[in-house]
């Protein structure tokens, strides 16, 4: 069981990376945070960018989910 949920980790692991990349930048980074920066459109998203947040949302749960149960299968095999 062990074995299964390292497995599980580690592909969400590599989604996630893969997932946060796909997004589109937002911001400017500090620049927009002393005005330097413009953005032109504030709500407008897309429905491919509605579906990546609803993916990377979802595989963050099951990534976190992931290392709760590693944790706990780790900590009652130790005992």
Not at 21 to 50: A, I, N
Not at 63 to 76: C, D, N, Q, T, Y
Request: no cysteine; proline share 0%; hydrophobic share 55%.
């Amino acid at each position: 069981m062990i074995i299964a949920m390292s497995i599980v980790l580690i592909v969400t692991s590599l989604l996630m990376v893969l997932l946060v990349l796909l997004h589109k930048g937002k911001g400017g980074g500090l620049s927009d945070l002393f005005g330097g920066g413009v953005t032109s459109s504030l709500g407008g998203s897309s429905v491919v960018e509605r579906n990546l947040d609803r993916l990377t949302i979802g595989t963050g749960v099951i990534w976190f989910a992931a290392i709760v149960a590693l944790g706990l299968l780790l900590k009652s095999q130790g005992s």
